[in-house]
């Protein structure tokens, strides 16, 4: 498994919403990871899970021009205009932040695999209540999913001390 | 490894018996879970060990037409009628639930997937004393078991928004 | 991986002299399990180091008739007279008990891992000082060693409700 | 996988520099494994990033004839004078100690592996802030890379009870 390169990434933000809670810890680092993608030319695309119900996607996630889907299934696979919103940008690893860890990401994630990406969960930007979290991490690596965390994967896609300049500061956690 | 698909499946309940304890959380777990495998048809099978020492299964697991078998062997698979209750529903996947984590459900576990089958734990819907529980999961999963619980396993059967209005509420966890 | 059956065990005591230490249960475990090897008719070796500064390998163990060899090399495929007579018993398996968990008992399960046995340590029954013991574990399973625990390990060498009237009582754990 | 052979070798000391913290335990450890190879004719290779900023490598590490390289790229593969420096060993397995666990060890353990060579890295010896250091850990390990400790990986060097003579007294933990 060879380091990621953010060249070959889309960055794929599943139902940041009121309606699904988060932690502020949890949201800051989606957010600041989502900054850091746009920075470095990844494309994002959000997910909503009936918006009318657990609210839009929280502010600062979308920006114009970022495509926003609506999500009737759990896994982003099953609803195909957002799998085709996926493999059109000719990525071939989809990161994923969001919610929640067990259902909607792990099930994304699955999806996604079985459509020949490469999938990263960023452990330290997803969640669900309780012990749910752990045990959707849990499942996910058994599952094939490479699991990673904000910090980590910043400066796997900035290498150089050179290029870690474009971080955005302050971070959520220590750079 | 793909999604489950509840038209695969049939659960397996193991010796849901007083004599083998279980904290209410856990049984709640297993019997929520039973609930919503009749809604779905997924066939049920139950096992009972020394039903005169340790007491029949308990209440709810049961419905008119559940087949019960006594089980002399700790792995369900070495007793042919019930290892061939099992392969008679041609499902592909056995999905556990019961007592216990590292021995019953273990033995019976690994002579499922012996038997070619697809093997799931629900690993907060079955039990074992104090450390009993934890060293039984870990060693489900290095024997080529799938770990879940039953909210993700739940979230997979139904697989939409839709679906999942046939939940069983209240449900024992958040929904 | 199958069911391990006691047919195919050689027991090896690793080790256990006062000089080592272990708790007492790690102790009494390790005890309960070789007396039930011995009820079974499962093969035991024994192995000491330096027992003129560690003492001798602690009551119980040893009974007329049990080899006992003295281990100058840290595992013990590097003593040959050791790993010959783990191998003139034609059994396809290895079960560790005793200390400590990341020196010994990690070189002499690599080491028979490499002369082709399958290998189970008994986590509840080998020991080694503070951190190092679960580190040891871990290591043991990423070399390909199969962990196992004392009643888990009993109850697959029983097999059934009736063979369980050989297992020793009381046992120092819930039978 | 075999047990570790001190012949086959070369230690890599990475940013152990002030501004990379580390607890007293960590370095302790790093330095006293740092001795012993070098009692065992381990080759040695010094990583630094910016020690006009971080500081230099800390007492002890270096010695006349150590080579000691400035690292631009947190994974040293990215720095083409100092793979070569660590293959020009001619060694098959490097052992990685130092800063941080989850970023410049994580970023130099891949891009060593993907060099072709079996990768060690000492978890005791290496550390990163907080939670950091545990998901680092795991990582490594999902990357193929191998966990050791420092007393493990020391009585695998010298294997045998006369060879352990030559460990360095006192240690930082139970010899």
């Not at 919610?99 to 969640?127: N, P």
């Not at 669900?128 to 849990?138: D, I, K, V």
Request: hydrophobic letters at 40%; a negative charge.
């Amino acid at each position: 498994m060879p380091l990621t390169n953010h060249e070959d990434c889309v960055l794929v933000v599943i139902d940041v919403q009121a309606g699904f809670g988060g932690d502020a810890d949890t949201l800051a680092r989606a957010h600041w990871l989502t900054t850091l993608a746009r920075a470095l030319h990844v494309p994002i695309i959000v997910t909503e899970e009936e918006p009318e119900r657990h609210g839009p996607t929280r502010t600062g996630f979308v920006e114009p021009g970022t495509p926003v889907f609506r999500k009737p299934t759990f896994g982003l696979a099953g609803t195909p205009e957002i799998l085709s919103a996926v493999t059109d940008t000719s990525r071939t690893t989809a990161v994923l932040v969001g919610f929640e860890t067990d259902v909607c990401v792990y099930q994304s994630a699955v999806g996604l695999l079985d459509a020949g990406l490469r999938v990263l969960v960023v452990e330290d930007a997803v969640g669900s209540p309780g012990e749910m979290h752990a045990r959707g991490l849990t499942r996910l690596r058994d599952a094939g999913v490479t699991l990673t965390h904000c910090k980590a994967l910043a400066y796997e896609w900035v290498r150089t001390v050179e290029g870690a300049s474009v971080l955005p500061r302050p971070a959520p956690f220590a750079l």
